[in-house]
C-alpha cells in the first residue's frame, strides 16, 4: 500500500526532471494582443482570439450598451440555472442555433457548452460496438476523449496519410455498419491542414461519416469566416461539422452542424449536452451579437494571413524550423527542456509564447507554439525570429 500523496509527489518529481511540469498562471488581457502577468506586460503570442474579439474594446463598449436594467436577469444573466433539457433552454439558443444553419446553410446547428463538450459527447452517443472509427494520429484530446468514451472500435491513422486511411478503409468498411472518419481542418500544435475535398470523396466511395473539428478554422479562414471547409468547398459534404466559440468568436460554447435526425438523436442521447448546466444567458447574448458581425471581418482574416505569411517567411530565413500554413506557427525545438529555456528567455523580452512539451505533442518534437492574432501588427513580431535564433545559438 502507498500514500496517495506520496505517490503523488514521486510522480510529480519525475514530471518535472523531464521538463514536463505544469501550472496556471494568473493573466489579464489588455487588448491589442498584450497579456499582463506578475505585474509585467508581454505581446500574447498563445492567444486563441484569433480575430482580436475577445479583447476589442469598441466592440465590448457596444455589446455592454446594450444591457437594459430590465432585462439584466433574462437576457444577459450570470446562470442559466439548469441544463437545456430542464429550464436552462434559453430562448436565444434558438435564435443562436437558427443564425448558425443559416450562415452554413445546413438543416440544423446544436450549441454544446465548449468544444470539448461537443467531442466528447457526439462519438459515443452516435458510435456503437458494430462501427469503426478512423481518425487522424494529431486529433486534439477532446476528440481522443470522445473516442475512448465510445464503444466503437477505434483505429488512428498517421497525420494526413489518406492513402493508408484508404487502405484502412478497403480492409475494415465492409465488416462495419458504420464507419466514422475523425479529423481536424487545421490541427492544433502543428498549423497544418487537412485535405477536406479528398476526405470527402473517401467518404462518399466508402458511405462513411465524416466528422471534421474545425475549431482553429472558424472566423479565421474562408469567406465570412466559414472555415477551412468554406474555403475548401465542402461545407455542405461534412456530416458533422463542429466549431468553437471559444477561439475566432471570443466567446464560449460550441457548435455541430449536423442533419436533423442527427440533432434530435443527440439531444437524447449526448450526455455532455444532457447532464450540464446550460451555457449563461450573457454568453449566448454575445454569441448571436457577434453572428452577423464575425461575418464582415474579410480585412481581419486577410491580416492574420499576411502576418503569419510573413513571420514563417523570416523565421525560415534565420534557419528555423516551422510547420503549417495557418496562424499557428510552431517553431520546432525537438527537446523539451530546451523548448521550455526558450519560451522562458522570450518572456524576459516581453513575448508571451508557449513552449508545447509531451504529452501534448510526440516525444523530440517540443516546440514554442506561436499564436498570432489580428489584434498584431507586423511591428510587434519583427524582433522575434531574429531573438528566436539568437537564443537558440545560446546568445
Ligand atoms: C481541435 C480542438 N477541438 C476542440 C477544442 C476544445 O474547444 P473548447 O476550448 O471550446 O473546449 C480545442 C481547444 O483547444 C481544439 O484545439
Not at 430590465?70 to 442559466?80: K, M, W
Not at 496519410?161 to 480492409?171: C, G, H, I, K, P
Request: glycine share 10%; aromatic share 6%.
Amino acid at each position: 500500500m502507498v500514500n496517495l500523496e506520496e505517490q503523488l509527489r514521486a510522480e510529480l518529481d519525475r514530471i518535472r526532471e523531464q521538463g514536463l511540469y505544469r501550472q496556471t498562471i494568473p493573466a489579464r488581457h489588455e487588448g491589442g494582443g498584450r497579456i499582463r502577468v506578475g505585474g509585467a506586460d508581454f505581446l500574447n503570442l498563445a492567444s486563441n482570439d484569433y480575430l482580436g474579439l475577445a479583447c476589442d474594446p469598441d466592440l465590448l463598449a457596444e455589446f455592454y450598451a446594450r444591457l437594459d436594467p430590465a432585462a439584466l436577469p433574462g437576457d444577459f444573466g450570470p446562470g442559466s440555472t439548469a441544463s437545456r433539457l430542464m429550464t436552462g433552454n434559453h430562448g436565444l439558443y434558438q435564435r443562436l442555433e437558427e443564425g448558425l444553419a443559416g450562415m452554413y446553410s445546413r438543416p440544423r446547428a446544436l450549441v454544446f457548452n465548449s468544444g470539448y463538450h461537443c467531442n466528447i459527447g457526439i462519438l459515443p452517443a452516435l458510435a456503437g460496438r458494430q462501427d469503426l472509427v478512423l481518425a487522424d494520429k494529431l486529433c486534439h484530446a477532446s476528440l481522443i476523449d470522445g473516442m475512448r468514451l465510445c464503444r466503437a472500435r477505434v483505429i488512428r491513422y498517421p497525420h494526413l496519410d489518406y492513402d493508408r486511411l484508404q487502405a484502412l478503409l478497403e480492409e475494415h468498411r465492409p465488416r462495419h455498419r458504420q464507419v466514422f472518419l475523425v479529423t481536424e481542418s487545421i490541427f492544433s500544435m502543428d498549423g497544418d491542414l487537412a485535405d477536406l475535398r479528398r476526405l470527402v470523396r473517401l467518404k462518399e466511395a466508402w458511405q462513411a461519416v465524416l466528422y471534421v473539428d474545425e475549431a482553429h478554422a472558424v472566423g479565421t479562414r474562408g469567406s465570412r469566416g466559414l472555415g477551412l471547409a468554406g474555403e475548401q468547398g465542402v461545407v455542405a459534404d461534412i456530416d458533422l461539422l463542429v466549431g468553437t466559440f471559444g477561439k475566432a468568436w471570443g466567446g464560449q460554447g460550441a457548435w455541430l452542424l449536423c442533419r436533423q435526425t442527427v440533432a434530435d438523436y443527440l439531444v437524447n442521447t449526448a450526455r455532455s449536452l444532457i447532464f450540464t448546466t446550460a451555457l449563461p444567458p450573457v454568453s449566448l447574448a454575445w454569441l448571436c451579437f457577434l453572428l452577423p458581425r464575425i461575418q464582415r471581418l474579410e480585412r481581419q482574416r486577410r491580416h492574420l494571413r499576411d502576418l503569419a505569411a510573413r513571420l514563417r517567411r523570416e523565421l525560415g530565413r534565420q534557419g528555423l524550423a516551422t510547420r503549417g500554413e495557418s496562424n499557428i506557427v510552431p517553431v520546432m525545438i525537438g527537446d523539451a527542456a530546451r523548448a521550455v529555456a526558450t519560451a522562458e528567455a522570450l518572456r524576459r523580452h516581453g513575448f508571451w509564447v508557449n513552449a508545447v512539451r509531451p504529452p501534448t505533442v510526440p516525444a523530440g518534437t517540443a516546440r514554442l507554439r506561436i499564436s498570432l492574432t489580428a489584434a498584431m501588427d507586423w511591428q510587434q513580431l519583427a524582433p522575434l525570429p531574429g531573438l528566436i535564433a539568437s537564443i537558440l545559438r545560446g546568445g
